[in-house]
């Protein structure tokens, strides 16, 4: 039979109060009087009212119904939340094992089948730009050990990060490719949100790249050596792109009839452009520099080392045009306006500043407007179509008339007693050499 519990008075302050233990735990009720056996009296009452004892049979039966329905709904209770813990667990652990750790990141990107799929130089660039973000998370957040657990904040903050390093293009690129990864993981299940969703496209004006002038390319061409030369000639008079003067093939040039046909990359880019190719004369300048490549080292690529270096890592390329132009006395960048400090500073020169100076040298050369815009507009649809109307004669005629630069920028570097010794031995040559060898020499000087 349970033990009866009568409670305790207690004297507190001149009043008398009931002490009683209800489930391990001490009750209090005042009483109101400072009299014992008044206390003695109200305390029946205050039993009651605490649920210790009841009046009656009924009054008990209620009070141990109460009870065990409370303590039914506390165990219900308690049990849905620690379900509820377990469920969220759970599904912790399942997404940590679809979720990837950073270094599996990429690896999980790649084998997607859902993922887009670019040519094998743009996924070599987006694996260095994850890998710029990788690296960066893991020196400023150590304690995110997963893409997936980026937070929308952390986004932010790394975007700023790379505002202060590189150009608006390049930054709204990378977040391009940030979003294009996070959104192959969602659809994989290997992520369940985008940080880089709501960062919107940076838009702001661009200053662009300067034309240089034609002494100052003689001497930036003279400064340069082996295949940087002929990567300078190419850009100048052809004023192709830096990526296809890197990757030209010689299979896409033709020194008989002096032309060079490739798909710009650009064009290869663009679904309307896609496998159209365009037609480049190889003028005067260019071809001697070309025809000089022995014929049994005419195979893969024009510039084999250059190309190689390009496809490892293009910003290498881009340094050494960079460090011969910086060189040469040429200031690279635009100066920064006031309240741009911090921000990377703008381009002024580069190899895009050879398709300036060529659209210069084409004019000053007196060639129409539409032949200029055809020869320097060939990565873009519009400017195939013109330069298909304009016809290869007219483009091959402007680029005869271009301007040459000084000897010594084209690797002869020669004075004017050289080049008076070389007419008399060339003289000499043409009495006693072979005449299938005098005849090429006639239609190189008649074309020239």
Request: aromatic residues 6%; proline residues 4%; positive net charge.
């Amino acid at each position: 039979m349970a033990r009866k519990r009568t409670g305790t008075l207690i004297l507190h302050r001149g009043k008398y109060c009931l002490r009683v233990m209800v489930d391990g735990k001490f009750l209090y009720r005042s009483l109101g009087t400072s009299n014992r056996k008044e206390a003695e009296r109200l305390k029946e009452a205050a039993l009651v009212d605490l649920g210790v004892t009841a009046r009656n049979t009924a009054d008990v039966l209620q009070t141990v119904q109460e009870r065990l329905t409370g303590t039914e709904a506390t165990w219900a209770q308690k049990e849905a939340e620690r379900q509820a813990i377990a469920d969220a667990q759970d599904a912790i652990r399942r997404r940590n094992q679809a979720c990837p750790l950073w270094a599996d990141a990429w690896a999980t990107f790649i084998d997607s089948e859902k993922r887009r799929k670019p040519s094998a130089a743009t996924l070599r660039q987006y694996e260095y730009q994850w890998g710029e973000f990788a690296h960066w998370m893991r020196e400023t957040h150590p304690e995110v050990t997963r893409p997936a657990d980026v937070t929308d904040a952390q986004a932010s903050e790394y975007m700023r990060h790379l505002g202060k390093a590189v150009t608006v293009s390049t930054k709204n690129r990378h977040r391009a490719l940030l979003i294009t990864v996070y959104r192959t993981f969602i659809r994989d299940g290997a992520g369940d949100r985008n940080p880089f969703e709501g960062i919107t496209h940076e838009r702001t004006e661009q200053v662009g790249r300067r034309e240089i002038a034609l002494a100052k390319l003689a001497e930036v061409c003279d400064a340069a050596e082996g295949e940087m030369k002929l990567l300078f000639f190419l850009g100048i008079y052809t004023a192709l792109r830096l990526k296809d003067c890197c990757l030209l093939k010689w299979e896409d040039v033709d020194l008989d009839h002096r032309t060079i046909t490739v798909v710009p990359a650009k064009m290869r880019r663009r679904k309307s452009g896609r496998g159209a190719s365009v037609t480049i004369p190889i003028g005067p300048y260019l071809y001697p520099m070309l025809a000089a490549i022995p014929p049994a080292q005419r195979t893969g690529y024009v510039l084999p080392e250059t190309a190689e270096t390009y496809k490892r890592r293009r910003n290498t390329i881009t340094s050494r045009v960079q460090r011969i132009l910086e060189d040469c006395g040429l200031e690279l960048y635009h100066e920064q306006e006031e309240g741009e400090a911090g921000a990377r500073k703008q381009i002024k020169y580069g190899f895009h500043s050879l398709r300036h100076s060529a659209v210069t040298m084409l004019r000053e050369a007196g060639a129409p407007e539409a032949v200029t815009m055809a020869l320097v507009g060939h990565d873009s649809p519009a400017m195939t179509g013109q330069y298909t109307h304009v016809g290869q004669e007219a483009l091959a005629a402007a680029v005869r008339a271009m301007p040459a630069l000084p000897p010594s920028a084209n690797g002869n570097g020669q004075t004017e007693q050289d080049e008076a010794a070389d007419r008399e031995k060339l003289a000499k040559l043409s009495q006693t050499g072979r005449i299938a060898l005098v005849r090429q020499a006639l239609a190189l000087f008649a074309e020239n």
